[in-house]
């Protein structure tokens, strides 16, 4: 009500959240009481703290300059330096200029010195500035432009520093609000949420998102990703998998969190089979793989088999155990490593394709191709399987690719010829109408 968003039928807000210890900055969408979590990022090792510790270390040094004991090692006198800094940077928030006036012992005697809003501007500003690479990825990850946010919430004691909310206003081209108390905000969102929990309001609904993205392990350690990171929870989607060798009759699924391309990369939250699969060549089972999160942030994974109705499903909770400091870290190594995980997961699924190709080729050859093709046809066959073979061998990609292809292209005709005749059998002594029946 403070900030005339419910004068709106919707509303995009973006709530940016200088604490003492971290920086957290999440994007919501708001409409008739529902808050829709779009997208969240932040830094934790980032707070108000640094910000004091950048104070601090400029005292010190000046302090030491005059020789004797060590200032940081005498905890009366780090403390006092502490205490004066902090009142200083409380006084900037309102003044130019501030009077930091402390006591530093019979030792030291008094220490008296002025601080300028500017000068304690330039020996934070960096700090501030990391902040702004969150939000804008968190407006990425939403799909979003700052133009298109409608109001910017400031959470926190540091956000009532004059330059952390001068660069904000250049971030998001608008006035954030500093209406509420940004100490006390945090407390009163809790304590509402809390009474939507107990039941006590019903006309609010927090759509919270998933921190890090959810899928399963495919062939060759590639995990493929069936819930994506920042998806509104609650959440479900699902894809099609099938088995990898002929006549496979259990199906392994590996639940995994992460962004990396590898397994190995990833968090690894629980293993299941699927069993009673019938005996069939490769390929050829259909199982869907779903995921279900709740509210609550529970994770259901089944993988049912959609010819026998087969079906096997676990609960995990993907937060469990999980700190905001591991998912930032995982955040960060997929940003690292980008380039790095698509070249190998390039890699693996060209050679998966290629051994595909391969394996069908091979089979034709050694079942079919007697007296279907002649010997230059099979020939050119096998040239082309030898390729391959030493293609995927090697680490070139496009390579393997191109090969599957040529390999692909010299056994369609043999393939066309396998179809008709298997048609041909099917339909023998069967009468026109048995067959339109069928």
Do not use: W
């Amino acid at each position: 009500l403070a900030y005339g968003i419910d004068k709106k039928d919707e509303a995009i807000v973006a709530v940016y959240d200088l604490g003492g210890g971290t920086f957290d900055i999440s994007i919501l969408k708001l409409k008739d009481g529902i808050f829709e979590v779009l997208a969240t990022n932040g830094d934790t090792h980032l707070g108000g703290d640094d910000l004091d510790n950048r104070l601090i270390t400029l005292i010190i040094d000046e302090l030491q300059r005059g020789g004797g004991k060590s200032v940081a090692r005498d905890p009366a006198v780090f403390q006092a330096i502490r205490k004066g800094v902090i009142k200083a940077k409380h006084d900037l928030s309102d003044s130019d200029r501030a009077l930091i006036d402390m006591d530093l012992g019979a030792e030291r005697g008094p220490y008296r010195r002025e601080l300028t809003r500017d000068e304690f501007d330039g020996l934070i500003a960096d700090l501030v500035e990391r902040t702004l690479g969150p939000c804008k990825q968190a407006l990425k990850d939403a799909d979003l432009n700052p133009e298109q946010i409608d109001e910017v919430v400031m959470v926190g004691g540091s956000t009532r520093i004059p330059l952390v909310r001068g660069r904000v206003k250049e971030l998001f081209k608008r006035e954030p609000h500093i209406e509420l108390n940004p100490d006390e905000v945090v407390a009163l969102g809790a304590a509402i949420q809390a009474d939507v929990l107990a039941g006590g309001r019903r006309d609010l609904l927090l759509l919270d998102v998933t921190p890090l993205s959810l899928g399963i392990e495919t062939m060759g350690g590639v995990v493929a990703k069936i819930i994506n990171r920042n998806s509104t929870i609650p959440a479900s989607a699902a894809e099609m998998f099938t088995t990898r060798v002929d006549n496979q009759t259990g199906n392994d699924v590996h639940v995994l969190q992460g962004e990396r391309e590898m397994v190995e990369d990833c968090r690894s939250l629980a293993r299941f089979t699927l069993k009673g699969i019938p005996p069939q060549p490769a390929g050829f089972p259909r199982i869907e793989v779903r995921f279900l999160i709740d509210a609550n942030g529970i994770l259901t994974v089944s993988a049912r088999d959609l010819r026998t109705g087969q079906e096997h499903s676990i609960e995990v909770k993907p937060s469990y155990g999980l700190t905001d400091e591991q998912i930032e870290k995982m955040l960060i190594d997929s940003f690292e490593f980008a380039e790095e995980d698509i070249r190998k997961r390039q890699l693996i699924e060209a050679r998966n394709e290629a051994e595909t190709v391969m394996r069908a080729a091979e089979r034709a050859l050694a079942e079919h191709a007697q007296g279907l093709i002649d010997d230059d046809e099979r020939t050119g066959i096998r040239r082309a399987l030898d390729d391959l073979r030493q293609a995927a061998g090697g680490d070139d990609h496009q390579l393997i690719r191109e090969k599957t292809k040529v390999l692909d292209d010299a056994s369609q005709h043999l393939a066309e010829i396998i179809m008709d005749s298997a048609l041909v059998a099917a339909l023998k002594d069967r009468k026109a109408s048995e067959v339109a029946e069928g």
